[in-house]
């Protein structure tokens, strides 16, 4: 088996690349590329790439993820995440490799009352959302597809909200955090181990895949305050009053971003730990890494 992974130095690829090893993979057999290496938007490009490499797997995690950027240079991201998706996908039916492909809460309007499933109806309000779903329809005219919806990523290889508040940790004894977006931090470890399981099954769909745990932005503020021993009073803001206080332009979000996980377990994949476990082995991680 042959793997070729998209957006190595992001969050998840990074992580993919690291699995994969961890299960023997020989390095020979991964080929993990960035828009240096390979820039998606070029159809010319990707098709020589692939074709040459003739991956069965392809990890797709290149992205345009910045959500606020996304209003302002909506060309761009529909470029990267339906443009350059359809390329990969077109490439990707050539070689009659499986794609992965990661997607996001940002596709449905977080109204819903309770938890999302993956045949509830999406209705994207952002740029980002929209691009992201447009990318999903390109995945599915391949039928050996994984589709992962997945949200509040956090890892070692990249910027992420857990990074952000230990940051501002340094120089704040209180933050204002938002606790009326609410949803369900994803680690990009654990994350990783799911989508390489799901590889060596014909288990083809689109699943909710994030930590096992539900939270708001300022709980889950708290716990990585508590976990890391760092002295700060979180202020929990509604996001109205949040984009008051900063004077703000954002992106919509949503504001219910929980997610079932039942079908992810009815098809045999083991469901993710908990949030807060996770963010105690990525204290390890990020204390391993600074040394």
Same mark, same amino acid.
């Given at each position: 088996m042959k793997y070729l992974i998209t957006g190595y130095k992001g969050q998840l690829g990074y992580d993919i690349k690291r699995e994969l090893l961890k299960r023997n993979i020989k390095e020979t057999d991964i080929l993990a590329v960035d828009k240096e290496e390979m820039d998606i938007t070029n159809e010319k490009e990707v098709n020589k790439?692939?074709?040459t490499f003739h991956p069965d797997v392809i990890?797709?995690?290149?992205?345009?993820t910045a959500v606020d950027k996304a209003e302002e240079m909506g060309d761009s991201a529909y470029?990267? !995440?339906v443009i350059g998706t359809k390329n990969i996908v077109n490439a990707s039916l050539k070689e009659n490799a499986v794609i992965v492909y990661m997607s996001t809460d940002y596709i449905f309007d977080g109204t819903k009352d309770g938890y999302y499933t993956e045949t509830d109806k999406v209705n994207p309000k952002s740029v980002y959302g929209k691009t992201k779903y447009l990318g999903e329809e390109e995945v599915r005219r391949n039928k050996k597809h994984f589709i992962t919806r997945i949200s509040w990523v956090f890892g070692i290889n990249g910027n992420n909200f857990v990074k952000t508040m230990l940051k501002l940790s340094e120089t704040n004894k209180t933050l204002n955090?938002? !606790?009326?977006q609410i949803g369900s931090p994803t680690y990009t470890?654990?994350?990783a181990k799911v989508l390489v399981d799901m590889v060596n099954t014909d288990?083809?769909?689109t699943y909710n895949v994030t930590n096992e745990g539900i939270c708001s932005w300022a709980l889950f503020a708290k716990t990585i305050f508590n976990i890391f021993n760092k002295e700060v009073e979180v202020n929990e803001v509604s996001t109205l009053e949040y984009l008051d206080i900063t004077?703000?332009?954002q992106a919509y979000r949503p504001k219910n971003s929980k997610f079932s996980k039942d079908k992810l377990e009815k098809n045999g994949f083991t469901r993710l730990p908990s949030f807060e476990d996770a963010l105690k082995r990525y204290k390890i991680e990020l204390t391993k890494d600074s040394k």
């Amino acid at each position: 088996m042959k793997y070729l992974i998209t957006g190595y130095k992001g969050q998840l690829g990074y992580d993919i690349k690291r699995e994969l090893l961890k299960r023997n993979i020989k390095e020979t057999d991964i080929l993990a590329v960035d828009k240096e290496e390979m820039d998606i938007t070029n159809e010319k490009e990707v098709n020589k790439i692939i074709s040459t490499f003739h991956p069965d797997v392809i990890f797709h995690c290149a992205a345009f993820t910045a959500v606020d950027k996304a209003e302002e240079m909506g060309d761009s991201a529909y470029n990267i !995440n339906v443009i350059g998706t359809k390329n990969i996908v077109n490439a990707s039916l050539k070689e009659n490799a499986v794609i992965v492909y990661m997607s996001t809460d940002y596709i449905f309007d977080g109204t819903k009352d309770g938890y999302y499933t993956e045949t509830d109806k999406v209705n994207p309000k952002s740029v980002y959302g929209k691009t992201k779903y447009l990318g999903e329809e390109e995945v599915r005219r391949n039928k050996k597809h994984f589709i992962t919806r997945i949200s509040w990523v956090f890892g070692i290889n990249g910027n992420n909200f857990v990074k952000t508040m230990l940051k501002l940790s340094e120089t704040n004894k209180t933050l204002n955090v938002v !606790n009326d977006q609410i949803g369900s931090p994803t680690y990009t470890v654990d994350l990783a181990k799911v989508l390489v399981d799901m590889v060596n099954t014909d288990k083809y769909g689109t699943y909710n895949v994030t930590n096992e745990g539900i939270c708001s932005w300022a709980l889950f503020a708290k716990t990585i305050f508590n976990i890391f021993n760092k002295e700060v009073e979180v202020n929990e803001v509604s996001t109205l009053e949040y984009l008051d206080i900063t004077k703000k332009s954002q992106a919509y979000r949503p504001k219910n971003s929980k997610f079932s996980k039942d079908k992810l377990e009815k098809n045999g994949f083991t469901r993710l730990p908990s949030f807060e476990d996770a963010l105690k082995r990525y204290k390890i991680e990020l204390t391993k890494d600074s040394k």
